[in-house]
């Protein structure tokens, strides 16, 4: 088997590359061309993989790479996918999100129909929820310019699967984190705010809405829901999270806990922190995707959080200025 993933470089292409290694694929990455090269979270993965620079944005550089290497699966985890960002740059965010979607699925038509696609769609297109918890038929209303991005993305994939009668799925993805989480998001933010409070390099941590409400989940049992959507007999979509929901201060309240410290005597509102459209409350209901694929979360939540504020810790005392 081979596997092509976009977005290798990113907190889920790396725990998706282990786990397909470890499954005996011979694994690719499609990488952006930077005078940078960031590939932290990869790292130990190097010698193992093949990375090849193309780009969502380019039509003809994603079809040369399977052409090349005419892989078995690809998929999809490229995306600008910080939901504050598609604010500000709304018109990149929809070239990336949702228009790279197109561009990839596109290519598999050009050159192998029967390459089966992995499309990593969000539970932010859910938005202003309909109903709680959300499932498969659950209407989308997204809030923010990445949130529709990611529904264009999800419904061309079905487009291309019905039309054309390609293997291509998504998986609706609720929050899912780890110590490889970029920086920006607010799980990582707290964990790492969190570290440097305890050791004495930092004392408050600017926070926005504390009361919104998501539903988390370990990255690599996500990373293992997307390969088992591409072993399925057909194509489906399927929600992915855990069923359960926590408040930021819930969050916030196991960080700090974590290093017997009180978040009370640390955080500070920011009003600038806040989004223009907040989601309150996303909860996944998993049932299809436990009933057909057999997949189920390992990590908890307490077990989650605990665990990426001792990451941090270990690399600040190990003198480690990467952030993702």
């Known amino acids: 088997m081979i596997a092509l993933i976009t977005g290798i470089t990113g907190q889920d292409g790396s725990y998706l590359a282990e786990l397909l290694l470890n499954k005996g694929y011979d694994v690719h990455g499609v990488v952006r061309r930077s005078s940078v090269e960031k590939y932290d979270r990869i790292v130990h993965l190097r010698d193992r993989i093949t990375l090849h620079q193309a780009d969502l944005l380019d039509q003809l550089s994603l079809i040369r790479v399977l052409e090349k290497i005419r892989p078995t699966e690809v998929y999809n985890l490229a995306a600008q996918s910080f ?20 561009r990839v699925l596109e290519a598999i038509r050009a050159v192998n129909t029967g390459i089966r696609f992995y499309q990593a769609s969000s539970s932010e297109m859910f938005g202003k929820v309909r109903q709680t918890p959300q499932n498969e038929n659950t209407p989308f209303y997204p809030r923010s310019p990445y949130g529709v991005a990611k529904v264009y993305g999800h419904f061309i994939t079905v487009n291309y699967r019905e039309s054309y009668d390609l293997f291509s799925v998504s998986g609706i993805l609720f929050n899912h984190e780890s110590p490889r989480r970029g920086l920006e998001f607010v799980s990582r933010k707290v964990s790492w705010h969190v570290a440097q409070i305890h050791l004495g390099l930092m004392d408050q941590l600017p926070m926005g809405n504390l009361s919104a409400r998501r539903d988390w989940g370990f990255a690599g049992d996500y990373a ?3 390969w088992m959507m591409l072993q399925a007999d057909t194509p489906q979509d399927y929600v992915i999270g855990t069923g359960e929901t926590h408040s930021v ?33 996303l909860c996944a209901d998993s049932t299809k995707a436990k009933d057909e694929l057999g997949w189920k979360p390992h990590v908890s939540f ?12 270990q690399r600040l005392e190990a003198g480690e200025v990467t952030t993702y």
Do not use: C, K, Y
């Open 83 to 102: 939901v504050p960002t598609s604010w500000e740059q709304p018109l990149l965010t929809a070239e990336f999100t949702a228009l790279g979607v197109t």
């Open 224 to 226: 293992e829901a997307m």
């Open 249 to 281: 201060e819930d969050l916030l309240t196991i960080a700090f806990d974590e290093v017997g410290r009180n978040w009370n005597d640390f955080v500070i509102q920011d009003p600038s922190l806040l989004r223009p459209a907040e989601v309150d409350h």
């Open 302 to 313: 307490d077990e989650l959080i605990r665990q990426m504020v001792r990451a941090d810790i």
